[in-house]
């Protein structure tokens, strides 16, 4: 069973930074590619930022490159998202998520997802 739960979130001021992890559980995290998503009140969710399962490749939404850093430490089984600059517009709930490839991951079908953590960035 492969289970994602994440935390870290909050409340920050606009241009402070917060640090959310996702982690998974199971024992065979490292064969996983993963990502996180967003989903503002009333928008449809959408791709923040993917990681490959060795870690050696990221991909990012124009929106936050430069601002959000994915990474991952499979011996503790979980994932990072690194937020920086936070603005306004980044208030969503954040929500984790575990599949067989990259590719897969930023689609952002089928896989597994944890139950989100909500992050608020105050003006």
């Known amino acids: 069973q492969v289970q994602p739960v994440e935390s870290g979130g909050g409340l920050v001021q606009a241009g402070g930074s917060l640090s959310l992890s996702c982690t998974v559980s199971g024992r065979t995290f490292n064969t996983y590619a993963m990502g996180w998503f967003r989903q503002a009140s009333g928008k449809e969710r959408e791709f923040v930022a993917a990681?490959?399962?060795?870690?050696?490749?990221?991909y990012y939404a124009d929106s936050v490159k430069g601002r959000f850093t994915i990474s991952r430490d499979n011996a503790k089984n979980t994932v990072y998202l690194q937020m920086n600059s936070l603005k306004p517009e980044d208030t969503a709930v954040y929500y984790c998520a575990a599949d067989f490839s990259a590719d897969r991951v930023r689609v952002g079908v089928g896989g597994y997802w944890g139950r989100g953590t909500h992050v608020t960035v105050s003006a």
């Open positions: 990681i490959s399962w060795s870690g050696d490749r990221t």
